[in-house]
């Protein structure tokens, strides 16, 4: 009937009616077979970005000179707390159930005491350096065999580890992440009845803990320090229960299962293991395992601790299993901006569009979430870098971690020096800055207002395309016009894709049939 009506208009001839014919079914078969969310490898890009944009130079500089971002009042946030409780319930089938949370940056929590950008800039990255190196020596396992030399052979019983003195942390990782590069935030209820509060998202990380009273040694936050005495739902774990024998590095205090966190920065958590009721959004979950942290110490901005979202059975993520399905999402806004990311749980929160691709598991590192990249790409072209560069070896080795805590991306040597030298032909006409920090590739645009430069791709493995715009790659490392192109290379084959190069998108992961999203949305 289509054919029919058209010719009298149109007259086509056969092979137009053909042409007509199969892009409207090209277009149908881009259309949504049904509302519900199913993840599967897809091609195409994730956010549609030019090759090139028009980079705004003036206005980025004038967002440096803020020199104090409002911070959001805690009473405030703890309004907007309870009316997420009143709008976030579940659908009632668990299918399209979804608990979505505030992220908020380090920025906006008014505890930080940098005033110049540049001071700031420079802080950052040395939490940075730390922090891939924290990572890398988790996946080695140096950390845990310099640990291990120190404990003398790691021969132990747990009953013999029960000193809490704080002389028993060294310089080396004993587990965890660097915590220092946290950058962003969420408020959560602890206990029964909740007490809200301010917690560090980490994606690298396999636990969650709070500071407890009494509390030996802790640093200052912004809500009184969590008194298990206060609350109904509180539980200690045993010695001897499973899930202390799930906990990295755990041992035993007066009979109860005691945990250490040791972070790159020499900043540490050290406690109790226990059970207790959190509240997320519209949500209670009752019987989450968390470090109840009697002595803590570190540069950890204000929390009161760390939500572990890692890919480990410790993690929230891992802990929750079935109630969210494994899935989680969430979107980084950009630095120095007055509005708040977001991070959801739930099958429900699974955006339709994204650009999916496969999520690998390595066995010596089961708290990262890593991805397959095939290559590089500048200006709409990829580069001729072997896919072999971004593999992750049937050993362990090499491959491709996403990771919240990370700020710059970091890419194996080889790679990164054909990624900087084609960014750097396509930007030859820009006047060039000596190198700042991690950055060996930077330029002078004090008394522009625009510049054109090329974007940036991520060919991931299975034909996505991830193309990023300029503010996710082109920084500023103070506020006389100086910006640096934000990647670094690797120590080692891993590479790292930092929350710089996240920021504004959404990004998803579907643990249980093992998928990671990018787009369709952004914020």
């Not at 700020?407 to 030298?421: E, G, W």
């Not at 930077?442 to 625009?450: E, I, K, M, P």
Request: proline content about 5%.
């Amino acid at each position: 009937m289509l054919l029919v009506s058209l010719q009298p208009l149109l007259q086509p001839s056969f092979s137009l009616v053909v042409v007509v014919l199969l892009l409207l079914l090209l277009n149908l078969s881009f259309l949504p077979t049904s509302a519900t969310t199913e993840t599967a490898t897809s091609a195409g890009h994730a956010i549609p970005y030019p090759a090139f944009e028009h980079f705004p130079v003036r206005e980025t500089i004038l967002a440096t000179k803020i020199t104090k971002i409002q911070t959001i009042p805690t009473d405030v946030l703890d309004d907007e707390l309870n009316q997420e409780h009143k709008q976030n319930h579940s659908s009632g089938d668990g299918k399209n159930e979804k608990w979505r949370l505030k992220l908020l940056h380090r920025d906006k929590m008014g505890y930080s005491h940098f005033v110049d950008h540049h001071d700031r800039f420079h802080a950052r990255m040395k939490r940075d350096v730390k922090r891939v190196a924290a990572i890398i020596s988790k996946i080695s396992g140096s950390g845990a065999a310099a640990a291990a030399a120190t404990n003398g052979g790691g021969g132990e019983s747990k009953e013999a580890t029960n000193n809490y003195g704080v002389e028993e942390f060294g310089t080396e990782v004993v587990s965890g992440m660097e915590q220092g590069s946290g950058e962003y935030f969420v408020r959560i209820g602890v206990g029964s009845p909740p007490r809200n509060q301010y917690m560090v998202v980490d994606s690298g990380s396999d636990i969650v803990w709070v500071q407890c009273q009494p509390c030996n040694l802790c640093y200052h936050q912004s809500d009184p320090v969590f008194d298990p005495s206060l609350s109904a739902s509180f539980a200690g774990v045993s010695c001897g229960s499973s899930i202390c024998d799930r906990v990295e590095n755990s041992g035993c205090h007066s009979g109860r299962c005691k945990y250490e966190v040791m972070y790159g920065d020499g900043s540490y958590t050290k406690g109790t293991l226990a059970l207790e009721t959190l509240s997320f959004g519209g949500t209670t979950v009752q019987n989450v395992a968390i470090g109840c942290g009697h002595m803590n110490r570190g540069m950890f901005i204000g929390a009161a601790g760390l939500l572990g979202l890692g890919g480990g059975s410790m993690s929230l993520v891992g802990q929750l299993g079935g109630q969210t399905g494994g899935a989680f999402t969430y979107c980084l806004v950009s630095r120095g901006t007055s509005s708040s990311g977001s991070l959801e749980f739930g099958r429900g929160a699974l955006p339709v569009g994204a650009a999916w691709v496969p999520l690998l598991r390595n066995p010596r590192a089961p708290s990262f979430y890593y991805i397959g990249l095939s290559g590089l790409g500048v200006g709409g072209m990829q580069l001729p870098i072997s896919e072999d560069v971004f593999r992750l070896s049937e050993l362990g080795d090499g491959g491709v971690v996403m990771d919240s805590g990370t700020a710059v991306t970091r890419l194996p040597t080889a790679a990164y020096v054909a990624f900087r030298d084609a960014f750097l032909t396509e930007t030859a006409s820009l006047p060039r800055a000596p190198a700042v920090s991690i950055f060996d590739t930077c330029y002078d645009l004090n008394g522009f207002v625009t510049v054109r430069v090329p974007t940036v791709s991520f060919f991931l493995s299975g034909g996505p395309i991830l193309t990023l715009p300029a503010r996710n790659f082109l920084i500023p490392v103070d506020e006389r016009g100086t910006f640096c192109f934000a990647f670094a290379p690797s120590p080692t084959g891993l590479s790292i894709i930092g929350n710089i190069q996240q920021e504004g998108i959404q990004i998803s992961f579907d643990g249980s049939n093992g998928f990671v999203g990018f787009g369709p949305n952004v914020c």
